[in-house]
């Protein structure tokens, strides 16, 4: 992983390493398994162009953020139909989830007189977006636009 690394957290699976986090002193590096030994089935990405123009980048703003600071991005369920595996989740998933109606009343040494009343609530479960999982089409679709301006250039 270089000199001067601190790995600060890894994430194996069945005893193989398929990403970690480390920080040198020149910055923090998030890294995913990209090793060739790991993979099968390598073909070329084509047609790059035409799955970037299906994507629809979009400025917003989150609603739990009090600022309501204007930020680029993407809506993860449109993202999934173009470029699947940058996505966590599905489109309005939701979860079950317990909470505290009312909490366990103790006596004066601590101990459990009435227990904590439970119950389950549906929640949402948020999609996620990995957005590096993007870089890939956007190299493709500039090569590929570079190919079609070097022809034009060229005729």
């Known amino acids: 992983h270089g000199g001067n690394n601190t790995l600060r957290a890894s994430f194996p699976v069945s ?3 398929y990403g970690y986090i480390n920080v040198t002193t020149g ?3 998030y890294s995913t398994s990209s090793d060739y030994r790991l993979k099968e089935n390598v073909v070329p990405l084509t047609n790059a162009t035409a799955r970037l123009k299906q994507l629809n980048p979009l400025r917003f703003s989150f609603i739990p953020d009090e600022t309501k ?3 680029d991005g993407f809506l993860a369920h449109e993202v999934q139909d173009v470029v699947p595996e940058a996505i966590a989740g599905s489109k309005d998933a939701m979860k079950d989830e317990e909470y505290e109606v009312t909490p366990a009343v103790l006596d004066d040494d ?3 007189v009435t227990e904590a009343v439970m119950e389950t609530r549906s ?3 948020y999609q996620g977006i990995d957005q590096s999982k993007l870089v890939p089409l956007l190299v493709a679709t500039i090569q590929e636009l ?3 301006i070097t022809q034009l250039e060229n005729n």
């Open 15 to 17: 005893g193989t390493q």
């Open 27 to 29: 910055g923090t590096l």
């Open 69 to 71: 600071k204007i930020v």
């Open 110 to 112: 601590g101990n459990v």
């Open 123 to 125: 929640v949402p479960d």
């Open 146 to 148: 570079e190919a079609r």
